[in-house]
């Protein structure tokens, strides 16, 4: 009887959790930007979409979450009446990729993905940072063509390059790289204007992260537009390497702090993110927090005073 009543308890605190996050879906307005001829960003809640336009179809770039499909379809439609053929998902998560089971079943979309993508919306995952547990994604919202290294798309004259990089904001992200139009589309690799989410638990880390901010920067010149994964939405190359500036010397800062055998608290009272928290320190993740995350995904692993086993 009490198992009873619990089970209904439960499924009642989901139900009005699930009518909460569908009562704040509604009043989120999708924005449309136009990056490059053809080439836009989709703003909303959620990732940035990318949105490629051609004679031959509709190819997007991430798509936010499963309430804000019919929104997301709407503003596609505001600038083509073509069908969107594929949706590449940057990386795993929720908010870039909650409309995949829509998008394939109502719009005959064809999900890709590097293959860690599917392999952790196959199964449970449990993120530490905040406290949830993400349970298996449905079959119809899986990527159904996936890749180790690199994919590239031909569609209506557009070139669309997408390659893996390891092991940064997860361990699946990939970049998009639209060479014609001089358009890189970053995933989560860049949060702009706000300090990033390295996820740990998924197997990201901020030496990757750097890494990939550094490739991305190789492919661009002063006229790249870059959109971000948050923020932004469209950035240019200074731009970015200010970001890795940032994120490179924090590293470089705890790192040192970590070797001299400082515990967490602290490091937290030195201030090493001091100069950035105006510009960055006002997004979801407040610098002690991200502090908190950086020095676990650095010290995990390794023995009391940050050297490694």
Do not use: C
């Not at 136009?34 to 190819?59: E, K, P, Q």
């Not at 594929?86 to 109502?106: P, S």
């Not at 991305?216 to 002063?222: G, K, S, T």
Request: hydrophobic share 40%; charged share 20%.
């Amino acid at each position: 009887m009490l198992y009873r009543m619990l089970k209904f308890a439960l499924a009642a605190l989901l139900l009005q959790a699930g009518s909460a996050v569908a009562q704040s879906m509604e009043d989120v307005e999708i924005g449309v930007e136009s990056v490059a001829d053809n080439v836009y960003v989709l703003t909303g809640r959620g990732g940035n979409i990318g949105l490629v336009v051609s004679d031959d179809g509709a190819f997007l770039i991430d798509d936010q979450y499963a309430p804000l499909t019919d929104k997301i379809l709407e503003a596609v439609r505001s600038v083509t009446d073509q069908p969107i053929k594929f949706v590449l998902n940057t990386h795993w998560h929720g908010d870039h990729t909650g409309g995949n089971e829509n998008l394939a079943e109502t719009q005959g979309t064809l999900v890709v993905a590097h293959d860690n993508v599917r392999e952790r919306m196959s199964s449970e995952q449990v993120s530490e940072f905040f406290g949830r547990t993400t349970p298996a994604s449905p079959e119809a919202a899986l990527p159904v063509v996936t890749f180790n290294d690199a994919i590239s798309f031909h569609l209506g004259g557009h070139e669309i390059r997408s390659f893996h990089v390891p092991r940064a904001h997860t361990d699946g992200d990939s970049v998009v790289h639209l060479p014609e139009a001089n358009v890189i589309h970053a995933g989560d690799i860049v949060f702009y204007g706000l300090y990033p989410f390295v996820d740990i638990d998924s197997g990201g880390s901020l030496p990757g992260m750097i890494a990939a901010v550094e490739r991305i920067a190789e492919l661009a010149d002063n006229d790249t537009r870059i959109i971000t994964g948050h923020g932004g939405p469209v950035i240019n190359r200074k731009q970015l390497l200010g970001y890795r500036d940032m994120l490179s010397n924090v590293r470089k800062r705890l790192g040192a702090a970590i070797d001299r055998g400082k515990s967490l608290e602290e490091i937290q009272a030195m201030g090493i993110t001091a100069e950035y928290d105006e510009q960055w320190g006002g997004g979801f993740i407040p610098p002690d927090r991200w502090i908190a995350l950086l020095y676990r995904g650095q010290t995990e692993g390794r023995g009391p005073h940050g050297h490694a086993h």
